[in-house]
Nanobody
Framework: QVHLVESGGTLVQRGGSLRLSCAASGSIFRINQMGWYRQAPGKQREFVAQITSGKEDTKYADSVKGRFTISRDNAKTTVFLQMDSLKPEDAAVYYC??????????????????WGRGTQVTVSS
């Protein structure tokens, strides 16, 4: 199993900045991709950003391009989301996602998506 724990969500003023973190742990064989999604009240969960292992390619939703930056630590098990110029419409529960292969004993489990429980970001206007 792969466990993801997000942190860093809080109340911030419009135009402010916030940095979210997500730490992966457990029986990890390989993490192929990590990313962030968000879900506002009454809306579907939507993609925010992702970073792919190897080339560390990044991808962003149009709504956050130029304002949010995704990165990872050297161990590649913690992903960050730097959020600048925050807007009220950025308010949501932010979920960490990882596509990873886990170990069960000596067996590598085929890659699948794992999710954290989310961290709340509130932006005051």
């Amino acid at each position: 199993q792969v466990h993801l724990v997000e942190s860093g969500g809080t109340l911030v003023q419009r135009g402010g900045s916030l940095r979210l973190s997500c730490a992966a742990s457990g029986s990890i064989f390989r993490i192929n991709q990590m990313g962030w999604y968000r879900q506002a009240p009454g809306k579907q969960r939507e993609f925010v950003a992702q970073i792919t292992s190897g080339k560390e390619d990044t991808k962003y939703a149009d709504s956050v391009k130029g304002r949010f930056t995704i990165s990872r630590d050297n161990a590649k098990t913690t992903v960050f989301l730097q959020m600048d110029s925050l807007k009220p419409e950025d308010a949501a529960v932010y979920y960490c996602n990882a596509h990873a292969e886990a170990l069960q004993g000596t067996v590598v489990v085929p890659g699948r998506d794992y999710w954290g429980r989310g961290t709340q970001v509130t932006v005051s206007s």
